[in-house]
């Protein structure tokens, strides 16, 4: 009678057992991980981007060197192991009379093991491909898709561009600030309303034994006499052959004719340098001439681009960097700079991949 109702008591804890040890393959892990760590992965990458650019920006108003250092690969690897045990035992040394049951131990445990390994590889973007790319001037090509993605032409050709046809924008050049041409930024304004009324446009043009061109035009039918007075205005702002519906675009300082539309494009390191100009240095910084003094001259190209700094960490940095003892950051709720963030993006990505470009053809027909 006592061997039997041991028997019951053991079978209950023995099920147990196996039930614990059968758990550990029946569930998969996998999923859930994917769910649990692709955003806080992309969150984490996109912050680190954000404070690796703001940081070569304000190391640039110092004259320091910047530098890149890419994440090329993120490999995250987990096991969870689930084990159990059960040990039995019978003794003959317990008091006379002693059941079955009595003379019987049992022991139980179970642990679960659960490990995360990930691989995280860093690139220094040191190859001469990537140094080249951020060094030479912007195709014009680049400029042009930038402004057909839906950014205001003022706002891009402000920041990329140092002349039109020879008509300059503004600059800083070899430590002095140069105003623009006023007719610089008049032809940017005619663009802008023409973009932003639907006037103006873009296609590809395949053409037979000659690399693809890049056709910029405006809309001539069903104009307002004003529009189609203004666009034959920006053709003359240019010097530009009013007549002629097509203009070749090439990279360089002045046309060679009016029938060609030049346009000396700025690099990415010269535009990062430009953005460095609107990073605000610590009074005592300037008075140890560790940074260039504009002497309270506003900054070219870029009027709505701010990096504020303070002793003080921000409470609400969009990013924010620690360099030179001080925190250097921009405001989360400034959107214009933000936006330049946005814009970088797509140009230091080019740079990455090694894009190369080819010069494009702009046409602005005429009525």
Known sequence: ????????????????????????????????????????????????????????????RYNDTPF???????????????????????????????????RMGTLFGGQTTFEDRPTISYTPQTNAEFIRNLTNPIAPKSILFMIQSGYDADFVFDLLVDSINGVNNGS???????????????????????????NVGMRIEQRKD?????????RDKNISPETAAELSEGRKLLGLNDELSEFKVVFGEVP???????????????????????VEVPCCHLAEG??????????????????????????????????????FWVDDRDLQTKRYFQFMLAFLAQADTGTKDTLPLVTIRAN
């Open 1 to 60: 009678m006592d061997l039997s109702m041991s028997r019951n008591k053991l079978l209950p804890s023995c099920w147990f057992v196996l039930a614990l040890i059968s758990q550990s393959g029946c569930r998969h892990i996998g999923p859930s991980m994917i769910v649990a760590d692709r955003l806080p992965y992309n969150e984490a990458l996109a912050t680190s981007w954000k404070e690796q650019t703001l940081l070569n920006i304000v190391k640039m």
């Open 68 to 102: 890149f250092v890419d994440v090329s690969q993120i490999t995250s690897g987990y096991s969870k192991v689930r084990s159990g045990n059960a040990n039995l035992s019978f003794s003959s040394s317990f008091f006379p009379g002693a059941g079955f049951g009595e």
């Open 172 to 198: 800083f050049l070899a430590g002095e600030l140069r105003e623009a041409d006023p007719r610089f930024h008049a032809f940017l304004q005619i663009m802008t309303r023409a973009q932003r009324s639907g």
């Open 210 to 218: 000659a690399p693809e061109a890049v056709v910029l035009f405006f």
């Open 256 to 278: 060679k004719s009016n029938d060609e539309l030049a346009i000396m494009t700025r690099s990415i390191f010269r535009m990062l340098g430009i953005l460095s100009l609107a």
């Open 290 to 327: 560790r940074a260039l003094d504009l002497g309270g001259q506003a900054s070219p190209n870029v009027p709505a681009f701010v990096v504020h700094s303070s002793l003080e960490r921000p409470c609400d940095g969009y990013a924010t960097v620690f360099y030179r003892g001080y925190w």
